[in-house]
């Protein structure tokens, strides 16, 4: 993803206005391609004998976090790229504001 930082009271600009872009048009696609390509490589972790998940709550979200969470995770999960998952192995997810 390309983040940019823009006078929100002048006209929005186009991504296709950054000079990165311009230059490379090919690598920044409009709309996210499809499902990967299944690999031929099988992955797996070996845990150490008797590992258990350690049981953390998830941190607490302002509501204009949890939006900007759920909106790319959504589009993620509608076009297939994640499933969801009830493993109970897992890591929160936290901001850092810039």
Known sequence: FLATIHDTTSDVPSIHDQPIVF?????FPD???GI??????KFSIELI????PISKAPYRM???ELK???DPLQELL??????PSVSPW???VLFVKK
Request: a negative charge; glycine letters at 6%.
């Open 68 to 70: 900007e969470l759920k």
């Open 78 to 83: 509608e076009r297939g790229f994640i499933r």
């Open 36 to 41: 990967p390509p299944v690999c031929e490589v």
């Open 62 to 64: 302002a509501p204009i």
């Open 49 to 52: 004998s008797r590992a258990e």
């Open 23 to 27: 230059e490379f048009p090919d690598v």
């Open 90 to 92: 897992g890591a929160p």
């Open 31 to 33: 709309e996210l391609p």
